[in-house]
């Protein structure tokens, strides 16, 4: 009897190391699959990061391209300014030469399209240089042919001529037992009591 229950202490024993053992084994194996998948993500990501570098990579060459031709642009400018900024002393007084022969035409009777194509001003500046110079050319004009006295000044014909405002007629407000307002006759009645004479 003892020798049994050795033996099923034993056997009790050994199983429990059987069993110990399998569960290793199981651990085992669920760790392996466990870092098998976790390096199969960690590629993925590191994949997908180097994508990622790549991309990066690409757009930073091209913001570089844009910048460097940018940098030139900037630097053709200043140089274009530069130039610019050293002839455009004489600028001011060419564009006011510019004027003061538009200025002479106008006074000669030139049209706007003359002073346009040959001063190179625009249509607003023509017509106004054309308002404010061209009544010297209309007052000698009338002055040679003598419709009008030396004193008196002759308007240009493409003057705009203002019409003077109507003054606005009171209406006295109606009240309310006075009678409503009626037109007045454009021609008289006559009356009854008319005189004789």
């Not at 455009?88 to 022969?101: L, M």
Request: aromatic share 4%.
């Amino acid at each position: 009897m003892v020798l049994t229950m050795m033996t099923n202490a034993l056997s009790v024993e050994v199983l429990l190391i059987a069993a110990r053992g399998v569960a290793l084994l199981v651990a085992l194996c669920v760790l392996a699959w466990a870092l098998m998948r976790w390096r199969k993500t960690a590629q993925r990501d590191a994949q997908r990061l180097f994508e990622q570098t790549d991309l990066l990579t690409v757009e930073l060459n091209a913001l570089a391209l844009i910048v460097r031709s940018t940098s030139e642009r900037m630097e053709e400018l200043h140089n274009r300014f530069d130039t610019q900024s050293r002839l455009g002393a004489g600028a001011p007084a060419a564009s006011q030469r510019g004027y003061e022969f538009a200025t002479r035409l106008a006074k000669n009777g030139a049209s706007a399209g003359d002073l346009i194509t040959s001063c190179g001003i625009s249509r607003h500046e023509a017509e106004l240089l054309i308002r404010l110079n061209g009544g010297a050319v209309a007052r000698s004009t009338a002055q040679e042919n003598g419709t009008v006295p030396p004193n008196q000044t002759v308007e240009p014909s493409n003057a705009r001529v203002e019409k003077p405002a109507k003054k606005p007629v009171a209406v006295p407000a109606p009240t309310k037992n006075a009678p409503a307002p009626t037109k007045p006759d454009p021609m008289p009645r006559p009356t009854r009591f008319a005189a004789v004479g």
